[in-house]
């Protein structure tokens, strides 16, 4: 992976960690049975994964 690629999915992973924390705060699971929205670890680490996977489909393969 190049190194565009590279930051790109790095801006994606921080983004999607941001979102994941954000919606954990604001929506949340009050009685706490959410596995994911239930702790804000939990949600912020989903949110980290889904941002990379998500800015990873934009970065380019180079042909060799």
Do not use: D, R, W
Request: with cysteine; net charge positive.
């Amino acid at each position: 992976m190049t190194t565009k690629g590279l930051l790109l999915t790095s801006i994606g992973i921080a983004i999607g960690a941001l979102a994941g924390y954000t919606y954990y705060y604001y929506v949340g699971c009050a009685s706490g049975t959410c596995a994911i929205t239930s702790k804000p670890l939990n949600s912020t680490l989903y949110g980290a994964l889904m941002g990379g996977l998500v800015f990873n489909m934009f970065v380019k393969e180079t042909k060799k």
